[in-house]
C-alpha cells in the first residue's frame, strides 16, 4: 500500500473510530475473506498484557462454555489487588487486538504481461480461547491456614484473593469449597506458595451476571506492579492432556517482548504460497505451526507479529482506538508530554507497541512459567502469505510467451514452499493446484504469424 | 616407559578463543537464526581496530589484532539492535574501557562486558537476547568443549568450572526449596548464553584476579550476585551486571590474594599422560612476550 493510500485509511478510520463504538472490522483495503473458523486450536487461551516498567495490565479472556454456576478461575498474582485493580472488559477488545495481529493472506493479481495493480488483504483471526476451570460452590472459613486477603464483586464475578501459608491448607480450603484440584497441582500450589504468590479466585455471580443480559462472560483485567514480568502457566498444564495453546498480546512502549527462558523464534513469513490456499487458510496456517513446532523441538515460543501501532501494512483490522487501548491497560495514550515521542505515521501520541506470541505449551517442555523481557527492538515483523493471481488475459505478445513459461516454474516453487512449510505430501499439492487452475504444463507456444492473423475467418 | 605429552603450543591462548568464537557465531547465524547482519558485525570490527589503534598509539603499545576480534565476536554473540551506531558505539565503549580505565596497569573490565553494560543501562538502541540461544544440549555442550580448550589454554579453567558449579547449586537449590520439578533449573543450565558466559566471558585471564583462591571467590561471588540479579530482582540480564561488578571489586581481591599476572602465550602446564613405549618427554618453551 503506497502511503497516500495508507494515510486515506487511517484518515476514514479515525471518522469511523470517532463515530463509532470500538468493535466490528470494517474493510477499506480490499475485503476480506471471512475470518478462518476460530475454533481452529483446542484448548486456546488469549491474554493481553500491558508492561511499561514495573507497571502490569493483565487482561484475560474468558471463553468458558458450560454452566455458569460451576465456572471458577484460580490465577496467581504477584500482589493482592484492591478493588480498583480489578476490571471486567469486553471481548470484543481482546477479539479486535486477536484480528489486528493475526497471521494475514494478501494476494496480488499479475498485471498484463504486455501492458502494466490490484491489492486485497484477508486475515485469519487467531482461534478463541476455552479456558481451564474448576468447578466451585460455596465459599468457606479459613482455618487451613489460608488468609482471604479481599473479597470484591466486579463485573459478574464474585473475586476473592487468597494468601496461604501451605499448599496443604489451600488445597484443602479449595476442595472444601468445592474446587475439583487436579492431581499435582498442590506442588504447584507449594511452589508459588513459597515464593510468596497470592491467589486470585474468581467465580459467577449469577445474579450479576443476569443483569449484564449477555450469554457469556466478560474477560477479566488485573493492574499491578511488579518487578516480575511473567505469565503463569503452570497451574494450567497439570492436568490438561495434550497440549494448549495461548497467544499473548504484549503491549508495551520502547519495544519488542521475548521469553527468557524459552527461545522465541519467528514464524516463517513472506512466502508465496499456492492459489487453494486461500480456502484453506486456516487449515494451512494450522499445519505450518504445528510443523514449527516440531521443527523446534517443541521448546520454542512463536513471534507472529511485532509493529509499531501507529501503522500497519497491511492492516488485518482497523487499528485498535485509544479508548480501546486504553482499556487494555495502555495508560499513556494519548498523553504529549512525554519526552523521546517517535515521529510515526499516523497518531503521534501513539507510541505503542504491540507482540504477538504464540505457543504450544505442556508441562514436558515448559516446566517453567514464561518469563518476559522488553527490548529496544523497533523492527516489524508479521505473519504474511503472499497469493499470486497469474495473469489469466489473452495477452499476445513476447513478453506473455515468456511469462506464461516462467508460471510453471513458480508454481513449483510455491508448492515447495508450501511441502516445505506444512509437511503436506509434495504431490497431493500439484494436484490440488492444477484443480484450482495453476497447471504445471508447459503452455504451448503460439507461432508468431498466429498473432498477425488471429480468429479471422477469412482465409486468404 | 611412559611418555610425557604436552599439546602443541600454538603460543596465544587467544587464536584458540577466536576460532571457538567464529565456530560458535556461525552456528549461530546459520542454525539459531542470530539476528546481526554482516554489516553491523563489519561496523563492530572496524570500529574495534579503529579504537584499538588510536588507543595502541596515544599509549605508545603496539597494535594487537586478536583483542579487538574478540571483542568483535563477543559483541556480535551478545549483542543486539535495529540499527548500526548502537553497536559501533558498544565496540567504542569497549575497547575505550581497556585503555581509559586501568589500575596498577591492568584494565579493569573485560572490554565486551563494559559494551553491553553501557548499552544495557543507558540506552534502549541496543539489548541482549540471552533467551535465543536456546536450550539446545548439542549446542551448550558444544561451546562447553570449544570453551574449555580456550580456557585451559589460558589457564583459566578453574572460572568456569567453579562459576557454574556454584550457579547450578544455587539454582538447583532454589528448586529444591520449591520443590520445583528438577527440569526447571535443568532448562536454565543448558541455555546456551550462560555457557558462552562462563567459559568466554568471565573466564578472560586479563580481568579475572591472579591468584587461584581469589579466582574462586570471584567466581562464586559473580554467581551468586548473578543468581540474585536473575531470581530475586528478576533482571534478565543480571550474568553481566554481576560481572561487571565483581570486575570493579577485582583490585581488591588482587590486593588480598596476590599471583603472579597473566600474559598471552603462557602456555598452560603440561597434561601428563600415561601412554606405552616412549618418546622424550617435549620440552616447554619460553613463555611469548
Known amino acids: ?53 514495573e507497571r502490569t495490565v493483565i487482561t484475560m479472556a474468558n471463553d468458558y462454555k458450560g454452566d455458569l454456576k460451576e465456572f471458577a478461575i484460580v490465577v496467581p498474582v504477584p500482589v493482592v489487588l484492591e478493588e480498583g485493580q480489578i476490571h471486567v472488559t469486553d471481548s470484543a477488545i481482546l477479539d479486535h487486538l486477536d484480528a489486528y495481529t493475526a497471521p494475514r493472506l494478501v494476494e496480488y493479481f499479475d498485471e498484463d ?19 481451564i476451570t474448576v468447578t466451585a460452590r460455596k465459599r468457606g472459613v479459613d482455618s487451613l491456614g489460608v488468609t482471604i486477603e479481599a473479597e470484591y464483586t466486579v463485573g459478574e464475578y464474585d473475586i476473592q484473593i487468597l494468601s496461604a501459608k501451605e499448599s496443604g491448607g489451600l488445597a484443602e480450603f479449595l476442595k472444601q469449597n468445592g474446587y475439583k484440584l487436579p492431581d499435582g497441582a498442590e506442588e504447584t500450589l507449594a511452589s508459588y506458595i513459597r515464593q510468596n504468590i497470592k491467589f486470585f479466585v474468581a467465580k459467577v455471580n ?3 451476571q443476569a443483569a449484564t443480559g449477555l450469554k457469556y462472560l466478560r474477560p477479566l483485567q488485573v493492574a499491578f506492579e511488579d518487578k516480575r514480568f511473567m505469565l503463569p502457566i503452570r497451574l494450567g498444564t497439570v492436568n490438561a492432556d495434550g497440549k494448549q495453546e495461548l ?72 487499528p485498535l482506538s485509544d479508548e480501546e487501548l486504553k482499556e487494555l491497560g495502555v495508560y499513556w495514550i494519548g498523553d504529549t508530554s512525554q519526552p523521546g515521542q517517535r515521529i510515526a505515521p499516523g497518531n503521534p501520541a501513539r507510541d505503542v507497541f504491540v507482540t504477538r506470541l504464540h505457543v504450544s505449551y505442556d508441562a514436558e ?96 | 616407559m611412559l611418555r610425557t605429552f604436552t599439546p602443541p603450543q600454538l603460543s596465544d591462548a587467544r587464536y584458540f578463543q577466536i576460532a571457538g568464537q ?6 549461530g547465524l546459520l542454525l539459531r537464526e542470530f539476528e546481526i547482519t554482516p554489516i553491523q558485525i563489519g561496523a563492530v570490527l572496524a570500529t574495534c581496530f579503529a579504537v584499538q589503534w588510536l588507543g595502541s598509539t596515544l599509549n605508545a603499545m603496539r ?37 581509559a580505565i586501568r589500575l596498577y596497569g591492568k584494565h579493569i573490565f573485560n572490554p565486551a562486558n563494559a559494551g553491553i553494560v553501557a548499552m544495557l543501562l543507558f540506552t534502549d538502541a541496543a539489548w541482549t537476547t540471552t533467551g535465543q540461544w536456546g536450550t539446545a544440549l548439542w549446542f551448550a555442550i558444544f561451546i562447553a568443549i570449544a570453551g574449555s580448550v580456550v580456557t585451559w589454554r589460558a589457564a583459566r579453567l578453574d572460572v568456569p568450572l567453579i562459576f557454574l558449579g556454584a550457579y547450578a547449586a544455587l539454582v538447583f537449590g532454589r528448586a529444591l526449596y520449591l520443590g520445583d520439578p528438577l527440569s526447571i533449573p535443568l532448562l536454565r543450565l543448558e541455555n546456551g548464553a550462560l555457557i558462552l558466559f562462563a567459559f568466554f566471558m568471565i573466564s ?7 591468584g587461584a583462591i581469589g579466582r574462586a571467590v570471584f567466581a562464586i561471588a559473580a554467581a551468586a550476585l548473578a543468581f540474585v540479579l536473575q531470581f530475586n530482582f528478576f533482571i534478565a540480564d543480571g550474568l553481566f551486571y554481576a560481572l561487571f561488578a565483581l570486575t570493579l571489586v577485582r583490585p581488591l581481591i588482587d590486593w588480598l590474594n596476590p599471583g603472579s599476572r597473566y600474559e598471552w602465550g603462557t602456555p598452560p602446564a603440561p597434561v601428563r599422560l600415561a601412554l606405552p613405549s616412549g618418546a622424550p618427554a617435549h620440552s616447554r618453551p619460553a613463555p611469548a612476550e
Open chain 1, 1 to 53: 500500500m503506497n502511503r497516500k493510500l495508507r494515510n486515506a485509511l487511517f484518515a476514514a478510520t479515525a471518522v469511523v473510530a470517532a463515530t463509532s463504538v470500538a468493535g466490528g472490522a470494517v474493510a477499506f483495503c480490499g475485503f476480506y475473506v471471512a475470518k478462518a473458523d476460530t475454533k481452529l486450536f483446542n484448548k486456546a487461551s488469549k491474554v493481553a498484557i500491558m508492561r511499561d516498567g
Open chain 1, 113 to 131: 504481461p504486455c501492458r502494466q495493480y490490484r491489492y486485497n488483504e484477508m486475515a485469519m483471526a487467531a482461534p478463541a480461547a476455552e479456558s
Open chain 1, 206 to 208: 449469577l445474579e450479576e
Open chain 1, 247 to 318: 497467544f499473548a498480546f504484549m503491549l508495551t512502549r520502547k519495544g519488542r517482548v521475548e521469553t527468557v527462558n524459552y527461545r522465541t523464534v519467528k514464524l516463517p513469513s513472506d512466502m508465496d504460497v499456492p492459489l487453494y490456499v486461500k480456502d484453506n487458510f486456516g487449515t494451512f496456517y494450522k499445519a505450518m505451526f504445528e510443523r514449527s513446532v516440531e521443527r523446534e523441538g517443541e521448546r520454542a515460543v512463536f513471534l507472529e507479529y511485532a509493529w509499531d501501532m501507529s501503522w500497519c501494512d497491511p492492516c488485518a483490522a482497523d
Open chain 1, 365 to 460: 517442555h515448559f516446566p517453567e512459567d514464561l518469563m518476559f523481557k522488553e527490548t529496544g527492538d523497533r523492527s516489524n515483523f508479521q505473519g504474511r502469505y503472499v497469493l499470486r493471481h497469474p495473469y489469466k488475459g489473452d495477452a499476445q505478445c513476447d513478453a506473455a510467451d515468456a511469462y506464461r513459461a516462467s508460471l510453471p516454474e513458480r508454481y513449483e516453487g510455491e508448492a515447495q514452499t508450501l511441502a516445505r512449510l506444512t509437511g503436506w505430501e509434495i504431490d497431493k499439492i500439484r494436484e490440488r493446484m492444477a484443480k484450482g487452475g495453476q497447471s504445471f504444463e508447459t503452455p504451448k507456444k503460439d507461432s508468431w504469424w498466429k498473432r498477425l492473423w488471429g480468429n479471422d475467418s477469412k482465409d486468404g
Open chain 2, 22 to 27: 567464529a565456530a560458535i557465531l556461525a552456528i
Open chain 2, 63 to 99: 597494535f594487537d589484532w586478536r583483542s579487538p576480534l574478540i571483542t568483535t565476536l563477543s559483541l556480535s554473540l551478545l549483542l543486539r539492535s535495529d540499527g548500526v551506531w548502537p553497536l559501533m558505539l558498544a565496540a567504542m565503549i569497549a575497547i575505550g574501557s581497556k585503555f
Open chain 2, 204 to 210: 578472560d585471564p586479563k580481568t579475572t584476579p591472579d
